[in-house]
Nanobody, 130 residues
Framework: QVQLVESGGGSVQSGGSLRLSCTVSGWSYSTLCMGWFRQAPGKEREGVTAINIGGGARYYADSVKGRFTISQDNANNKNTVYLQMNSLKPEDTAMYYC?????????????????????WGQGTQVTVSS
């Protein structure tokens, strides 16, 4: 059973930084893409970024390009995906979720579709004040 646990959320002022982590237990080698999504109150869940496992392509929402970076650490069985968030804005305030997808890689046309991700973490709250 694949389980995802996010951590690293918190409250920061506008312009600040946070790094979110997503640790995967029960890792399946059919997992080919990991993604970060977010959901603000009263809004739909939206794709933030995704990465194909094994150093493959990365995808970003236009709203976070140049500010957010997704990376992975599979060394020593850490199976962790990170989201480095810089220059945070109040509109980045949301619950952030990581998710895994198998057995297909993400593509530019599919990475932000939440329905294609099978496993989800419980979420970590990010609050950015102005």
């Amino acid at each position: 059973q694949v389980q995802l646990v996010e951590s690293g959320g918190g409250s920061v002022q506008s312009g600040g930084s946070l790094r979110l982590s997503c640790t995967v237990s029960g890792w399946s080698y059919s997992t080919l893409c990991m993604g970060w999504f977010r959901q603000a109150p009263g809004k739909e869940r939206e794709g933030v970024t995704a990465i194909n496992i094994g150093g493959g392509a990365r995808y970003y929402a236009d709203s976070v390009k140049g500010r957010f970076t997704i990376s992975q650490d599979n060394a020593n069985n850490k199976n962790t995906v990170y989201l480095q968030m810089n220059s945070l804005k109040p509109e980045d305030t949301a619950m952030y979720y990581c998710a895994s997808r198998s057995p297909y890689y993400c593509s530019s046309g599919s990475w932000s579709f939440s329905g294609s991700f099978a496993y989800w973490g419980q979420g970590t709250q990010v609050t950015v004040s102005s």
